[in-house]
C-alpha cells in the first residue's frame, strides 16, 4: 500500500513539475511591456490585457503548493521507511570473527617479518 502510494505521489510531484518549467517558460517578463506597445500585446489574448499574467502567476502558485506538498509527503515516506540490510549484515558471526583474527594474524607476522629482517639486513653491513 505505501509503495504504490508512494509511486502515485511521486508522478505527481514529476507533472507539477513539469508544469512549473511550462508556465515559468510561457510567462512575460518584466520588459515584456515594452514590446506590448509595439503591436505584439496580449491585449488581443484570449485572457485580455492583463489576464493572462494573473491566470499564469496563479496557476504557478498552484503547481508550486503542489510539488511542495508532494515533496513533504515523500519526505515522511522516506523517514518512516526501514533501514535497508547491507550484505555484510547477513554474514554468521563466527565468519567475521574468525576473518578478521586471520586479518590481524596476517598483519602481525607481516610486521614480525619485516623486523627480523630490518635487524638481519643491519647485522650484515660491513664496518
Not at 510561457?26 to 491585449?43: I, N, R, V
Not at 485580455?48 to 515516506?77: C, D, E, Q
Not at 547477513?90 to 598483519?107: E, G, H, I, M
Request: aromatic share 4%; no cysteine; charged share 5%.
Amino acid at each position: 500500500m505505501n509503495s504504490s502510494l508512494s509511486t502515485v505521489v511521486m508522478i505527481v510531484q514529476v507533472i507539477s513539475a513539469l508544469v512549473i518549467v511550462g508556465l515559468v517558460l510561457l510567462q512575460h517578463g518584466k520588459g515584456a511591456d515594452m514590446g506590448a506597445s509595439f503591436g505584439s500585446g496580449a491585449s488581443g489574448s484570449l485572457f485580455g490585457a492583463t489576464g493572462s499574467s494573473n491566470f499564469l502567476s496563479k496557476s504557478t502558485a498552484v503547481a508550486v503548493a503542489v510539488f511542495f506538498v508532494a515533496t513533504l509527503i515523500l519526505t515522511s515516506f522516506g523517514a518512516n521507511k526501514a533501514p535497508s540490510v547491507g550484505v555484510m549484515d547477513n554474514l554468521p558471526a563466527k565468519a567475521v570473527q574468525s576473518s578478521s583474527a586471520a586479518a590481524s594474524t596476517a598483519t602481525s607476522a607481516a610486521v614480525v617479518g619485516s623486523a627480523s629482517s630490518a635487524a638481519s639486513q643491519t647485522s650484515e653491513i660491513p664496518k
